[in-house]
């Protein structure tokens, strides 16, 4: 079983609705990242979330950290076709200085315009 | 412009074959990365290295050697290519290895083996 969950794992919404991702760990995150993929591009860093209850926002989307670190939501209001990618979480699952990140399965999103 | 750059961007080569993928960060970063994304998309780690020393062996074939001459450059050699290696892989930076520094990507190296 992978240690970052996403679901859905793929989402078609009309483009102008609103949508939601989620990213759920069964240990404590130490700091979680999103992360946006285009085909044959690689990921654009969103946002890193690092405090229970932190909620961080850039332009439509926004971001969550539920108090107890262990899981994530990502927000897309009034969704464009710009937002289509595959949306990825990530997360330092350990204190040790490594750099060691955890990645999600992904998330595959499609706006119809 | 460009922060991670990889090249080259596809790799096309045969089984047996040995090859290599460069990578700089003109990020002033101290912490680099390499990433395997295989056929479903799923993202691990393969190595890092902090200040051009190495950190993280992810238990990769060592016929998977990363090379870190300064620490803007890591590069990846692969010795005696395998089917199994066809994937994207992806360089990556930090500003440090510690927790909640966000790492920035490259566009990733289409390696396909023939």
């Known amino acids: 079983s992978q240690e970052l969950e996403q679901s859905p794992q793929s989402l078609i919404v009309q483009e102008g609705k609103n949508l939601t991702i989620n990213c759920t760990s069964s240990k404590t995150l130490y700091g979680l990242y999103w992360y946006k993929q285009k085909y044959g591009e690689g990921l654009i860093f969103l946002m890193m979330l690092q405090k229970g209850g932190e909620e961080k926002s850039h332009e439509k989307i926004t971001a969550k950290l539920d108090e107890k670190k262990q899981q994530s939501s990502l927000h897309i209001t009034a969704s464009q076709p710009s937002h289509a990618g595959i949306y990825l979480c990530g997360a330092d699952r350990e204190t040790s200085n490594t750099g060691k990140l955890i990645f999600g399965q992904g998330t595959t999103l499609q706006v119809k315009p | 412009d460009t922060a991670v750059s990889q090249t080259p961007k596809y790799l096309v080569t045969q089984m047996g074959n040995d090859k290599s993928i460069k990578c700089e960060q003109n990020?002033?970063?101290?912490?680099m990365y390499w990433y395997k994304q295989d056929s479903k998309k799923f993202l691990k780690i393969m190595f890092s290295y902090n200040n051009k020393e190495l950190i993280i062996n992810e238990t990769v074939p060592n016929r998977f050697s990363p090379k870190s001459p300064d620490k803007a450059h890591l590069n990846l050699h692969i010795n005696s290519l395998e089917l199994g290696d066809s994937a994207v892989y992806f360089c990556a930076s930090s500003g440090g290895a510690g927790i909640n520094q966000p790492q920035h990507f490259g566009d990733g190296t289409r390696l396909s083996i023939l």
């Open positions: 990020l002033g970063h101290d912490t």
